[in-house]
Nanobody, 116 residues
Framework: QVQLVESGGGLVQDGGSLRLSCAAP?????????MGWFRQAQGKQRELVAT???????NYAGSVKGRFTISRDNAKNTVYLQMNSLKPEDTAVYYC?????????WGQGTQVTVSS
């Protein structure tokens, strides 16, 4: 089973920063039309955080715009999510997502906890 592998989650204080990374197999990353990040807080539905296309067009949820930045490194088959000015309401499991060849791929998730 193809896996996207997330890293970089953890515990941070209100106002702090974290950078998440998502490594994808080259066979997926090279053809993915969209890569991105979703998150799911406890008791809530999974929601879009940010996406980036092959041409580096980015899209953000309104709640993170101006605080989070998504980027990609094609040489490393990796997508990043730089999260600044973190708030307790950003606490969630963050999932990497890729859409390639008509198939959606997901990572197993990484926990981000922001303490007040």
């Amino acid at each position: 089973q193809v896996q996207l592998v997330e890293s970089g989650g953890g515990l941070v204080q209100d106002g702090g920063s974290l950078r998440l990374s998502c490594a994808a197999p080259g066979s997926i990353f090279s053809i993915a039309t969209v890569m991105g990040w979703f998150r799911q807080a406890q008791g809530k539905q999974r929601e879009l955080v940010a996406t980036i296309t092959k041409s580096n067009y980015t899209n953000y949820a309104g709640s993170v715009k101006g605080r989070f930045t998504i980027s990609r490194d094609n040489a490393k088959n990796t997508v990043y999510l730089q999260m600044n000015s973190l708030k307790p309401e950003d606490t969630a499991v963050y999932y990497c997502y890729g859409f390639a060849g008509g198939t959606a791929y997901w990572g197993q998730g990484t926990q981000v906890t922001v303490s007040s």
